[in-house]
């Protein structure tokens, strides 16, 4: 067991400044709150995006953090000198961790993986604010590229990843990502967004999402992206967004609606009409677009002005699409249809279907068969041939 052991310093109990000590309603068994004993708790909060353990003395009135070098992830109990939840860290993978509360002392009892990374190849998070639409700050955690085999040239700016979170109303967190690293490794920057609506930045960040899904976050990507390059942190020729879900949407409206900015985009079973959705979810999301768009049909314009199937017109970059064929939250179709119509206008497209996966892919094999068909989308389309063998992948109208 791994084993840390740190200072622990007591706060009094303040409101903190845009601070949550929840997690989207959404989110089914995960909790932020125990009772250690009569008098005290044990919390999860996040502050600007990071989440941090601390107790509650709820006669005194104080709040002590517990500044453990792990992240709070979810699932948390406690007994009156302990504390055991699913933490991380930025070079540690999710684990089931045990913290003792007087000394800030943690254990690691049993890690999601026994995958052992050289400390030099691990790309850190930086977090970082940058102005958006509306005269607001957004934010995101920035990724170098990192390999301790390569060095870049000190003129060479890297090309971008932009990820999109799920959800939308979730949050990427700066832990360790495997995926993320798999692309830092290879030479790529990566920027995740915190867009506007996501978790972790205070109710009215989360807020300024209402109705206004497939704008506020397509306008954060963009500008992290802009910020970016604008910093000398990333090419503008060679930037590419990608996500999944929810991020699978932004990226899709991303590309379609802002056309001038992207060179390639990777939609993971996205959202091509949101109108569609909105007649065809499962009974559990049925009414979810209306927050995020507004109450279906009454403001069907809007869907249709939101879908990016409808302005296929517009789209002038590279795409390509992953589905999971028994997926009941987006339907296959949605994937299908956009593939189908960026292959018609005569761009490059390739469209890679999956036999048993769901929404979110869970087996090893499509997930690493996904990450190596997008870096070879990705070569092909800017010229490259990645390192090591790769299966090829057909990519429509790319000549």
Known sequence: MRRAKFEVQPVLWQP?????????????????????????????????????LATIDTEAG???????GLEPLEWLTATPTHAVY????????????????????SDVLRSSSTLTLNRLDISVPEAIEFPTEGGVTAHAFYYPPRNAEFTALADDRPPLIVISHGGPTTQTKAVLDLQVQCWTSRG?????????????????????????????????????????????????DRLIIRGGSAG???????LAFHPEVFRSGASYYGVSDVEALAKDTHKFESRYL?????????????????????????????????????????????????????????????????????????????IIRCLEAELYFHGAVFGFTPA????????????
Request: aromatic share 12%; with cysteine.
């Open 188 to 236: 790529f920057a990566v920027v995740d967004v915190n867009y506007g609506g996501s978790s972790g930045y205070g109710r009215e960040y989360r807020q300024r999402l209402n109705w206004h899904w497939g704008i506020v976050d397509v306008d954060d990507s963009i500008n992290a992206a802009k910020y970016l390059v604008e910093q000398g942190r990333a090419d503008p």
């Open 290 to 366: 209306d927050t995020m768009i507004g109450p279906y049909p009454a403001a069907r314009d809007v869907y249709r002005a939101r879908s990016p199937i409808h302005f296929i017109d517009r789209l002038s970059c590279a795409l390509i699409l992953f589905q999971g064929l028994e997926d009941k939250v987006v339907p296959p179709d949605q994937s299908e249809k956009m593939a189908a119509a960026v292959r018609a206008k005569g761009l490059p497209v390739a469209y890679l279907a999956f036999e048993g996966e769901q929404h979110g892919f869970r087996r090893a094999e499509t």
């Open 86 to 105: 699913v933490a991380a860290s930025p070079d540690t993978a999710p684990a089931v961790a045990r913290t003792n509360l007087e000394t800030g002392e």
């Open 16 to 52: 903190i400044d845009e601070a949550e000590f929840g997690r989207p309603q959404w989110l089914f068994g995960w909790a932020t709150w125990a009772f250690a004993d009569e008098r005290h708790m044990v919390a999860t909060y996040a502050h600007r995006g990071r989440w941090t």
């Open 248 to 254: 699978g949407y932004t990226t899709l409206a991303a």
């Open 62 to 68: 104080t709040l002590t953090r517990v500044p453990t």
């Open 388 to 399: 090591g063998a790769l299966r090829p992948i057909q990519i429509d109208n790319l000549g």
